[in-house]
């Protein structure tokens, strides 16, 4: 008659020390249970930090007390505490996953999981570009190039519409839309889905339109790639190809730090400046246009 396997010996087949194998496994675990592209590159990216750390150290028991250690580490390159929360929610999502595949003991997981994350003290401003700064962005690249012609254009529907990066790069011609004798770009679905229409004002379609004659985009991605020899090629361009264009332009005009992401920012501000709601209904609707849920 044969015995069952006792508790211990089912117990003895999770590890405490994850190999790479393991944690890739626990890895591609976490990604699959994402939807958003966006939740995923920001999870693959804070994990592959952290399995290099890991696998750069002695072999390390993944518990709690490893945890601990990462945090410091973090602290210790002076990220912002929003940057290392979001990182080390990612190791305990790791953590979960790799005890729920049977690699790591639910008791380690359990700690891992309540490891806390930094106390935010105050609120980061950021970089708040002025009117005339964002003017002299957009106006940075060279308007007689065709590369020129489409960063013009990029940077203006940055500005301007406040989009995000995989926004803008996942536009199509169908998108631009004209609803009572205004433009604007329709159904664009942005972080967690969610669908919004954003105003396009003339002076960014005149920019859009001097790039689409000048590239023949007749259909398909607003933004293509151009080569050196000034001619568009493929069906479209990257999110690091955007920010490569910020920063270019940025530093053209004496702005060291500059990321995409403060081009909404300073739609925020532009648009606070220049509606003359009550502040509730100003917050209400660039919170709209620019895809903010909370």
């Not at 591609?28 to 999870?43: F, I, Q």
Request: with cysteine.
């Amino acid at each position: 008659m044969k015995q069952k396997p006792s508790s211990r010996r089912r117990r003895s087949s999770t590890k405490s020390v994850l190999r790479l194998p393991d944690l890739e496994h626990a890895k591609a675990a976490v990604l699959n249970s994402l939807n958003s592209t966006d939740a995923k590159r920001g999870y693959r990216h804070a994990i592959d930090e952290f399995v290099d750390w890991y696998c750069s150290e002695p072999r390390l028991a993944f518990n709690r007390i490893v945890v601990l250690r990462y945090r410091s580490h973090l602290e210790s390159r002076q990220l912002a505490p929003g940057t290392i929360n979001l990182r080390l929610g990612a190791v305990r999502r790791l953590a979960y996953e790799a005890a729920d595949c049977g690699l790591l003991s639910a008791d380690l997981a359990a700690g891992i999981r309540r490891v806390k994350g930094v106390k935010k003290l105050g609120m980061r401003l950021g970089n708040w570009l002025t009117a005339e700064q964002g003017h002299a962005l957009w106006q940075a690249p060279d308007s007689h190039r065709l590369k020129g012609k489409r960063d013009r254009a990029l940077l203006a529907l940055l500005l301007a519409c406040g989009l995000r990066r995989h926004e803008a790069v996942a536009l199509t011609l169908d998108h631009l839309q004209q609803r009572e004798e205004h433009w604007a770009i329709g159904d664009l679905v942005g972080k967690g889905g969610h669908v919004r229409t954003v105003p396009v004002p003339d002076w960014v379609r005149t920019e859009l339109v001097d790039w689409l004659t000048a590239a023949a985009i007749d259909g398909g991605k607003l933004f293509r790639r151009v080569n050196k020899v000034g001619r568009t090629w493929g069906d479209g361009m990257t999110v690091k190809a955007v920010w490569h264009i910020v920063k270019e332009s940025a530093r053209s005009i004496g702005l060291a730090k500059l990321a995409p992401h403060d081009l909404r920012r300073a739609r925020w501000f532009l648009h606070l400046t220049e509606m003359h709601w009550p502040l509730w209904r100003q917050i209400f609707r660039v919170e709209y246009y620019c895809g903010s849920g909370n």
